[in-house]
């Protein structure tokens, strides 16, 4: 094993794993093992929950503008290396070099950076009536996070939670572990304090598992497969710890029908597939105008075949899925839509012909799809796209909101007031009219896409406590 993973990182030292087993991480493009990680154990998670409780008063008390420096540090240091992290969030997870730049690695690294200047923006403290209130840390958190956007999604747990005077415990996926090296390295080197910040690395079911059990956890933040936040909430609820769980979605995506048809299919096929579908977020439902809708099914043909494939290290759109479980969890999705009737315009769950090594799907459209079918209910997290005709505004918003899910969405229109009418009817924690970004909005889901809300104040929120001190006038 490369010495460079070797060891974990506790209590503000790199130090051995109390197990002997390591887990391989696989390059989704080439299929051959690039690092190998200590596969963690509950003994390992004792030691790093013992580190954080230990640093929990002093950093606390801590003022806030002194850790949200150290965040901006970390973000420094971080940034010095971003090409290098891009290359290596690229060979983990298969994203395209030139979208892990942007996407995997100068976002995330923004918004790190970010918290030193919200220190200085959040109401700590403040009067209510006779009473100071005050937002007090919630105590040690575990982060679990997941693969398919590794620097990002321990960003949006670690910044908000280290800024709030929580030491943490990361615990990224298996799948995709590396840059969490960096991370802990650029901890060590801007001098965090010992506990502040505390990397495992191993499985869900023995390290996930142990931190999510152990008393002296106060809060899990999850990011993941709404089944495994669901036994997450389960476990969690035995000592009535806070959970924040960000989960899955089918995103529905309505074009409405006085939409400019150039930019929504275009924009909205590229929601769909961007990180080869691989978003929790993904635009994966289109729902058209019926009157509309073989022009469309045509057209967005058209787009989807037009998606490069391939080496992520070259000049393409899609790259692999990031391991052979997910190829063939995705490819079965596939099969499942064709069995069950939807038509199958383009893509399919054959191994691309120029591409015979490496965990690759075609981009695949179906068509004539049901909203009660598999692939429009279930999320699939791949480049699989379902078109879906609508008979009126009401009707689509009725299909759109008919999901266990709600996590994103998004609707196209000429006319921007219409458009953010029906926004407003749509159950979900984001929506996007036509090209419209988040800005600095909260991320979060209803129903069963999560609890709780990531991104700037609102993710700090989710760290606090509200103390309530009544003080008498004198």
Known sequence: MSSQYSKIYVGGAWVDSEGSETI??????????????????????????????????????????????????????????ADQLAATISAEVGTPLKVAKMMQVAGPLAHLASHAGLAEEFPWEERAGGSLVIRAPVGVVAAITPWNFPLNQVVNKIAPAILAGCPVILKPSEVAPLTAWAIAEAAEQVGLPPGVFNLLSGTGPVVGEALVRHPDVDMVSFTGSTRAGKQIAALAAGSVK?????????????????????EALSAGVRACYVNSGQVCVALSRMLVPRSRYDEIVDRVKDIAEAMTVGDPETDVQLGPLVSETQRDRVRSYIDK???????????????????????????????????????????????????????????????????????????????????????????????????????RGPFGGFKQSGLGRESGRFGLEEYVELQSISIPDH
């Open 24 to 81: 391989p991480v696989v390059n989704p493009a080439t299929e051959t093992v690039i690092a190998e990680v200590p596969a963690g154990t509950p003994a390992d998670a004792d030691r790093a929950v013992a580190a954080a409780k230990a640093a929990f008063d002093a950093w606390g008390a801590t003022p806030p503008a002194e850790r949200g420096k150290f965040l901006g540090w970390i973000a420094d240091v971080l940034s010095a290396q």
């Open 242 to 262: 806070r959970v924040a769980l960000e989960m899955g979605g089918k995103s529905a995506n309505i074009i409405l029908d006085d939409a400019n048809l150039d």
């Open 337 to 439: 839509g064709v069995a069950e009737g939807a038509r199958l315009v383009t893509g399919g769950s054959a191994a691309p012909d120029d591409l015979p090594t490496g965990y690759y799907v075609r981009p695949t459209v179906f068509a004539d799809v049901d909203n009660s079918m598999t692939i429009a209910q279930e999320e699939i997290f791949g480049p699989v796209l379902t078109v879906i005709p609508y008979d009126d505004e009401d009707d689509a918003v009725r299909i759109a909101n008919d999901t266990i899910y709600g996590l994103s969405g998004a609707v196209w229109s000429s006319d921007t007031k219409r458009a953010e009418r029906v926004a407003r009817r749509l159950r979900t924690g984001t929506v996007r009219v036509n090209q419209g970004g988040r800005g």
